[in-house]
């Protein structure tokens, strides 16, 4: 399996911007479809966005399509979410996870691994 570790999480105003980063160890990064999911007190986890193996194509959920931009640099081992115009229903607490069989998985049981998640915080 491999290992991720996400940052970048922080408190910002609504309307400002953030960016999360996730770094990949253990396997072969680019082998991994790479989503970001994000959970909110007392809510499910919900889907973000995901990313193919070799960043070609992406998938964003309805929410954040126009403000959330995902990349990945794959000689780095990192993906990115680059959060613009954020608004305090974006508060939450954000993972990144790894899909080795998945090609743009959008729900939680088709990914294999899981980092510790990182805390973003919107304030009106």
């Known amino acids: 399996q491999v290992q991720l570790v996400e940052s970048g999480g922080g408190s910002v105003q609504a309307g400002g911007s953030l960016r999360l980063s996730c770094a990949a160890s253990?396997?072969?990064?680019?082998?991994?479809?790479m989503g970001w999911f994000r959970q909110a007190p007392g809510k499910e986890r919900e889907f973000v966005v995901v990313?193919?193996?070799?960043?070609?194509?992406?998938y964003y959920g309805d929410s954040v399509k126009g403000r959330f931009t995902i990349s990945r640099d794959n000689a780095k081992n990192t993906v990115y979410l680059k959060m613009n115009s954020l608004k305090p229903e974006d508060t939450a607490v954000y993972y990144c996870?790894?899909?080795?069989?998945?090609?743009?998985?959008?729900?939680?049981?088709?990914?294999?691994?899981w980092g510790q998640g990182t805390q973003v915080t919107v304030s009106s």
């Open positions: 253990g396997r072969t990064f680019s082998t991994y479809a």
């Open positions: 996870g790894a899909s080795e069989g998945g090609f743009l998985p959008t729900t939680s049981p088709e990914y294999d691994s």
């Open positions: 990313i193919s193996r070799r960043g070609v194509n992406t």
